[in-house]
């Protein structure tokens, strides 16, 4: 059984939850800093995203929530693509990040183990590099959550890492940090996808970009299919 801690709330959680909400916390300005104009860089990233977001539009709009939203640069994103964004992220630093970075939407604390949203509310969901730090023994968990909260015929983007080996980070964007991140199989992710409930409807691997990335990076676009 996991190790557990307590949260503020008093609420029991895994360890890793605490390390990855700590770590996150200590680099989230410097995070925000450094990859602020990286989209511009990445023709792909934004080719996904803007996919995801005619597609969303297309299935007749609604709240498109960013999770894992870090500082808010992918919400942001999203929003001047002309969708409804918000974001939600463990970290209250990154979420404090976000609002100071974007007043003009709403970021909230959260996890996407446990979302405090309604059944069937959302038009969309994007995980940006945000599944990475969740075991993967827990993520049908989080994708049983994603299928919940969206509506029929929503859509869901994720984007991580692709390999198959968990990683034990202890120092990055300049801090000394404690935090496991895990690349992930596309196809095993897209399996779990299918067993949540949702279609894949695309997917994209891409080289790294020769700068900072170590390996190839997946993109995998998933609907929850109309009830029939
Ligand atoms: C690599 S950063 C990516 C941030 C943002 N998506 C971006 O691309 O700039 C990972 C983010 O996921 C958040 N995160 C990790 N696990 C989470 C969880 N279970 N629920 C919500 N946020 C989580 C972290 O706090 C961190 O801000």
């Not at 770590?23 to 995801?52: H, I, Q, W």
């Not at 994720?158 to 390999?163: D, E, I, K, N």
């Not at 990683?167 to 095993?188: K, Q």
Request: charged share 25%; with cysteine; glycine share 10%.
């Amino acid at each position: 059984m996991a190790e557990l801690g307590v949260t503020e709330l008093g609420m029991a959680e895994p360890a890793d939850v605490h390390s990855t909400r700590a770590a996150y916390n200590t680099v989230a300005a410097d995070y925000a800093e450094l990859l602020r104009n990286e989209l511009a860089s990445k023709p792909f990233d934004r080719a996904m995203l803007g996919t995801f977001a005619e597609l969303v539009e297309a299935a007749g709009g609604g709240a498109v929530a960013d999770l894992g939203c870090g500082p808010g640069r992918i919400t942001a994103h999203l929003d001047s693509l002309g969708l409804t964004a918000f974001g939600i992220d463990l970290s209250p630093e990154m979420v404090a990040v976000a609002r100071r970075d974007h007043p003009g939407l709403q970021f909230d604390e959260g996890s996407m183990e446990a979302l405090d949203l309604a059944d069937d509310a959302l038009g969309g969901i994007v995980a940006w590099y945000s599944i990475i730090h969740t075991p993967p023994a827990r993520l049908p968990g989080v994708f049983a959550q994603f299928h919940r909260a969206l509506r029929d015929g929503g859509l869901l983007l994720l984007a991580f890492q692709a390999g198959d080996e968990p990683r034990h980070l202890d120092f990055a964007y300049g801090h000394e940090i404690d935090l496991d991140a895990y690349r992930l199989p596309p196809g095993r992710v897209a399996e779990l996808l299918r067993q949540a409930g949702l279609v894949v409807e695309a997917q994209l691997l891409r080289e790294p970009d020769g700068k900072h990335e170590k390996t190839p990076q997946a993109y995998l676009l998933a609907r929850k299919p109309a009830c029939v």
